[in-house]
């Protein structure tokens, strides 16, 4: 059984305009005081964690999840209160339409779709009737999400990932804002495997039956026995939601969340310490296991995360700071315990590894890098060079009067005065070396390349 709600304030599509919530709505300069809806979110999620007991890292997840318009996975055995979780959430959010269902091993794909429109079939067309469907929820929480078979899991993948319901000749924008899925376990088929993996926050939900937990429990469901209506706190707009994800996902050309090379470099270096970590103490646990699979996609996209911690410290920049709040992305929250000890050491790691002087190196070899590709655009097709402030610096240090004398052999020179510490950043500064050397080669002997 599938229920769509609605805000009672919201018009339906058929009353009005919908634009797709996961794109940015028009935007006035109020709707962009960030700190006030900042503020805003904070009040409207904060009250939840005394009313889930034991939920406090999975409601901040879930609250990132909302912030960077991604999907969130949560696996756990029955009675455990993903439901009451994921209702007392939405019912925080006005003007959305949310789609509840619980798959089973039976479920069609009409029951998320929409049934065959039958005026369709007769001309030879099959075609979904995706009104109050699904396709046009803003917010989904989908039950016993493995129970639904492969073919629904792959038109499920569409909507949770690319925001599009494709099947057969039929292809519409979905509106989904944020999904949560739930299960208690995993098939493992090819297509379990991708889909797993389109979920960028995954977390687990076990009970807990010590006495102060269970007592913490019992004084909640006092307040309220069950009822999510009753929670009180306060509401967020799905627009300025809408609007805060849009400034995470850099869709805001008016509005930037910037991130030093060196802070994205720590990112990667955290993440691969942590699988590292994680390989060789499971092996001596397990006896053997393999490295976790961290896709490049996750790697990408845990930049999101790190936006919206900068965002709700009141920051326009991410700083090192924020890198703590990857335990979100990488490690399955509420999950084993030595996932969360192996990112702690990892994040130790990594802050106490690459110091200032080398995070300033990481900072100068980038923009080293990204000089010698606007070099190359300059030679291939005549673009002018940027007048940043890298360039006016090396103007001045190699003598230069005209920004037409500067040339890779001058990047070069930069570079090798470059002297790392750590092996991370050697191993950075080789690989740019290797670059340099091949845009010169390309430009100096006219090698065969498809765009040269």
Known sequence: MSIISRDKDKPSPAEADQPNASSPPPSTESELDVETLVAEVKRAFAPLERELVGFGPLLTQAVYALLTGENLLVFSPPGTAKTLFARLLFQRIDGASVFDTQMSKGSLAEELFGSVDIEQMKAGRVLHNTRATLVDADLAFIDEFFDANDMVLRALLGIFHERVFKKGTQTEPARLHTGIAAANYVRATNITQAVVDRFLFRATIAPDYHPYTLLAIDQAFGRHYGEREAVAGGRVPLTHLTRLASLVRGELPQREITAPPHVLFMKNALINRYR???????????????????????????????????????????????????????????????????????????????????????????AAQELAEQLLQRVETGEHLPRTHFLQRLLKMFGLISVGDLTFHHVRRFVDDIFPRDEHVKQLKQKLIGRLQELTRRIDFDDDHLFG
Request: neutral net charge; contains cysteine.
């Open 276 to 366: 590292e970590l994680l390989t060789q103490r499971s092996a001596r646990t397990d006896g053997g296991a393999s490295a976790p699979y961290i896709s490049p996609r996750t790697y990408a996209k845990s930049r999101l995360v790190l936006n919206a911690a900068a965002m709700m410290r009141g920051r326009a920049e991410v700083s090192c700071e924020d890198l703590s709040q990857l335990r979100y992305v990488v490690t399955t929250i509420g999950g084993p315990e030595l996932e969360a000890k192996c990112f702690e050491d990892a994040l130790k790691w990594t802050l106490t590894t690459i110091r200032d002087t080398d995070r300033e190196h990481v900072d100068r070899l980038i």
